[in-house]
């Protein structure tokens, strides 16, 4: 049966590694499917990745103690006339690893309450003829957005129209961003004058780092909608912008397409004096 996981079933070189020996995935290995195999163990909580690992899909040191953590107890995932685990991905650790991934997509919601993201689709109470339209013709979603905003200016960094009835604006903070309708740079928006500002799944570069501190206002609001692979990043940025996380939610999706669903920070921003 071939691997069946939102994360795993399109990739070719998982899908031979579940068939064939010459397909393990072994220590040194570098590419978009040892990026997905590291996606899966720290979103079944195997171990930490070192992020430079995970930026340059590297099957590195933390990766490969990872594996062996994951292969480990109480899993105890051997190979023929093997007694102690090792650290390399093979049938039985990709097959391990996209059954948990099935369960983990098909979790039930959890029974969570926020005053500050919204938990649904549907978004706080408002006249959805009014969202705009994604790429695809479809009214734009609000679950893993704010709620309850602040009264100052309201940025989505990478945003579609999904804040837009929270009274968001929609920019980016890099210019020749791909994909998504045109929106402008963050560089038009005065220093210290954001009181809320969002991003659901998209990256935080190293300018766009600068230009969250530029733009915040004394004590504002972030949000930021990750998933467990790149939350670890994510958590160092809040760190160098000398946030305080208030909330952590995590939230299943099925219609985000890796399966993932959503892992939510959300934080407050250093006074400015």
């Given amino acids: 049966m071939p691997l069946t996981s939102k994360l795993f079933r399109d990739d070719v070189a998982l899908q031979k590694c579940l068939v064939s020996d010459a397909g393990h995935v072994t220590p040194g290995a570098q590419g978009v499917h040892v990026s997905k195999i590291q996606a899966a163990l720290v979103t079944l909580g195997a171990g930490v990745i070192a992020p430079e690992e995970i930026e340059g899909m590297l099957y590195g040191q933390t990766t490969a103690r990872t594996v062996l953590a994951f292969k480990g107890p109480p899993r105890n995932i051997l190979g023929p006339g093997q007694t102690r685990p090792d650290d390399i991905v093979g049938k039985k650790t990709i097959a391990a690893l996209d ?119 004394s004590g504002a609001r972030l949000t930021i909608a990750t998933n467990s692979h790149t939350l670890p990043k994510m958590e160092q940025i809040v760190q160098r912008l000398g946030g305080v996380v208030i909330e952590r939610i995590s939230l299943p999706d099925t219609s985000v397409p890796d399966g993932l669903g959503y892992q939510i920070l959300v934080v407050v921003l250093p006074v400015k004096f």
């Fill in 99 to 217: 059954d948990e991934l099935v369960a983990f997509e098909n979790r039930p919601p959890p029974a969570v309450v926020s005053l500050f993201v919204s938990l649904t689709h549907e978004g706080s109470p408002h006249d959805h003829s009014t969202c705009p339209r994604d790429a695809s013709g479809h009214l734009v979603d609000h679950i893993a957005t704010p709620i309850n905003p602040g009264l100052g200016r309201k940025v989505n960094i990478g945003g579609e129209g999904e804040t837009q009835y929270q009274g968001f604006e929609d920019f980016v903070t890099d210019p020749g961003v791909i994909g998504g309708p045109p929106r402008p740079l963050t560089d038009t928006i005065p220093r210290d004058t954001a009181t809320d500002i969002a991003l659901r799944s998209a990256p935080i570069t190293p300018r766009g780092e600068n230009e969250i501190r530029r733009i915040a206002a």
